[in-house]
């Protein structure tokens, strides 16, 4: 035993010994049950300093965090995206706000992803991981949210590696409540750092002064009642929601992303490739790789490609994208007996949200390994632009492999839609027999399918509209077809996705 554990356990045994005479001689004496009182205290009270109250983080492998009904009411929160991004261990989110996300709300613990962690319902699976969306859940009928922050796949398996997030609903929950909430963002927009360095590149700012935008309506009609002396109860709701779109342009913030090229060096704005003067680089010939732009002056000449001429990537993204949502669902349930109780559930939801990036003419590589061909005769092509592109080949009818990428000025943006719709039915009986012991066995079917439709230019009438030839001294389309040398926008749609799962617990 050290020296220093020596004088500290000498101290205790000091105090162990005369903490009870010193004491009882002040409860006897007058002069120190005035200086007690003079101190603030007074006989009767009890300061407790420790507890061995029960409590189930006491007894849990891992602790747990509830959120409270009572908690959610006083956050006045109308929406699950709401109720997580205030626990610490949730990692804050909100999908309709983000650019490339498809509008489902899925939990991530400690930002381990979504697919590491668990969310239940009433102790089971909402579905699968990748059908999950707990926006369709509503928040005047959750009782408590358990948040189980420890990996918990030896019991629940390998989905919830993060944690599981357990929504228990209200079983008992009579009369009717409607709620209504309106919010909308007023940001003021002063000229700052990020505008300051925009404009040396000469990218679009918003106007200087306050902005009012992104308005949001969230409406939530909940009922319920009991019947057959209470023994059977029945609950339903129905939620809308929708949001207006709140592009990057619209704050002064967002002017451009800073970036530092050089260590302590002078910020700059990140760029594209993808500007409105258009970007050419031959892939043969003696210029091969070699970047260009057509001269902003209009001369049908090139010029390098540059940050003086390039464009800001983000300046068609939004804050927040338009969307709009409904939900409806209903909880039942009949007690037989204390022994048998039959319980069942629907929840059903749809959400729609879209979200604009500007029309362009993306890279071949985009498509796949094969560069675009142009042929060196396009009446397009001035002579000194065919010879860049094409060398020794040009004014002959021969096709070289060139990479293109354009951002349209003047046409309407483009739009990936998402429109996704789910149904959740449970059913099951619980109950208790015996002294302590109690069962429940129910299953779950789960139905989820998202419907994505984007936009894009089709890669054959692209290469149809870099080979045109003069017929006559009109340009033509070599190709014959009426509209083959316009690179149109094609709008594709994913295969919608069915996902179902049953479960005995």
């Not at 909100?94 to 996300?101: G, L, R, T, V």
């Not at 498809?102 to 991530?108: A, I, M």
């Not at 959400?351 to 071949?364: E, I, T, V």
């Not at 959740?424 to 419907?451: C, H, K, L, M, P």
């Amino acid at each position: 035993m050290s020296r220093l554990n020596r004088l500290l356990l000498g101290t205790t045994c000091l105090a162990a010994l005369f903490a009870v005479p010193a004491m009882a001689q002040e409860a006897d004496t007058p002069a120190s049950t005035a200086a007690a009182q003079n101190e603030g205290t007074s006989e009767g009270d009890i300061i407790v300093t420790g507890s061995r109250i029960t409590r189930p983080n006491m007894t849990a492998a891992a602790p747990i965090t509830s959120v409270t009904s009572e908690s959610i009411r006083a956050q006045a929160a109308v929406n699950i995206e709401e109720v997580l991004n205030r626990i610490p261990q949730i990692a804050p989110d909100s999908q309709q706000n983000y650019q490339d996300s498809d509008g489902r709300q899925r939990v991530k613990l400690r930002n381990l992803g979504f697919e590491r962690t668990l969310t239940l319902i009433d102790g089971k699976r909402v579905g699968t991981m990748n059908g999950v969306d707990v926006n369709m859940i509503p928040t005047s009928l959750i009782q408590r949210v358990d948040v189980l922050t420890g990996g918990a796949s030896a019991v629940y398996g390998s989905d919830a590696v993060a944690g599981v997030v357990n929504f228990i609903m209200k079983n008992d929950f009579e009369g009717i409540q409607l709620n209504g909430n309106y919010n909308f963002y007023a940001h003021d927009n002063q000229p700052g750092l990020v505008s300051q360095v925009a404009s040396q590149y000469g990218f679009g700012q918003p106007s200087h002064g306050l902005a009012v935008d992104g308005g949001r309506i969230d409406l939530s009609l909940t009922a319920g009642t009991k019947l057959f002396d209470d023994r059977f109860h029945v609950s339903g709701y129905v939620n809308y929601r929708k949001g207006e779109l709140v592009p990057n342009e619209a704050r002064e913030t967002a002017g451009c992303q800073l970036i530092e090229n050089v260590k302590d060096g002078p910020l700059a704005c990140s760029t594209s490739t993808y500007s409105y003067h258009g970007y050419v680089s031959p892939r043969t010939g003696a210029n091969n790789g070699n970047q260009y732009v057509n001269n902003p002056d209009g001369s049908r000449s090139f010029v390098p490609f540059s940050d003086a001429v390039a464009a800001n990537p983000y300046s068609d993204y939004s804050f927040q994208r338009r969307n709009e949502r409904w939900n409806a669902g209903g909880f039942a349930s009949f007690a037989i007996s204390d022994a048998a109780e039959l319980y069942a559930s629907g929840m059903w939801f749809r959400d729609k949200s879209a979200n604009g990036f500007p029309a362009r003419l993306y890279s071949y590589t985009a498509f796949g390994s094969a560069p675009y061909q142009v042929n060196c005769n396009n009446p397009f092509l001035s002579a000194s632009q065919a010879q860049v592109i094409c060398g020794a080949q040009a004014g002959t009818s021969a096709m070289v492999p060139i990479e293109l990428r354009y951002r349209f000025s003047g046409v309407p943006d483009l739009e990936d839609r998402y429109l996704n719709e789910g149904l959740r039915i449970t059913g099951g009986v619980r109950g208790d027999f015996a002294e302590g012991w109690s069962y429940d066995v129910g299953g779950v079917y789960a139905r989820n399918q998202q419907d994505w439709s984007w936009s894009f230019p089709s890669v054959d009438l692209v290469n149809n509209a870099l080979n045109v030839v003069n017929v006559g001294g009109v340009p033509t389309c070599a190709s014959g077809a009426a509209d083959g040398c316009l690179p149109s926008i094609r709008s594709a749609r994913a295969r919608p996705s069915t996902i179902r799962r049953c479960s005995i617990i």
